[in-house]
């Protein structure tokens, strides 16, 4: 109730309330519709035409990020940097374990930055 006092004017919160609670009933009313089996929510969520699209979307750039995406740079750096001139393969493992090292580097400092942004209610 404090956080939607400081979203809404304080003569909409008992509206905005009473908008959250109808629409917690009307899911719980559509849940039992749908029933409680994995394959029939499954086959409910196939059958909607925005879930449906949404899901393709997903796979794609799933599909589309394995082939482009960093781990190809990971698996492939050590041939990437000796196709760059760097013939010796002390000095081209060096850089490959120096892009690796960024990479984690990088993933720690987003999960820590991700971690803190979430903040306390």
């Given amino acids: 109730m404090a956080i939607l006092e ?3 004017p304080p003569n909409e919160v008992e509206e905005e ?17 749908i029933g409680d ?17 949404d899901l393709y979307a997903g796979i794609t750039v799933q599909v589309a990020q394995q082939f482009v995406g960093i781990n190809t740079v990971m698996y492939y750096s050590l041939t ?6 760097f013939a010796s393969n002390k000095t081209a493992l060096a850089l490959s374990l120096i892009t690796s ?10 999960y820590f930055l991700s971690t803190d942004l979430g903040g306390e209610d």
């Fill in 17 to 33: 309330i009473k908008a959250l609670q109808s629409s917690i009933e009307a899911e719980k009313v559509e849940k039992g519709s």
């Fill in 6 to 8: 400081k979203i809404y």
């Fill in 37 to 53: 089996g994995f394959f029939s929510k499954i086959k409910s969520a196939w059958c909607d035409v925005v879930v449906r699209a």
């Fill in 80 to 85: 990437i940097v000796q196709l760059a001139g």
């Fill in 101 to 110: 090292g960024l990479n984690v580097v990088d993933s720690m400092l987003v």
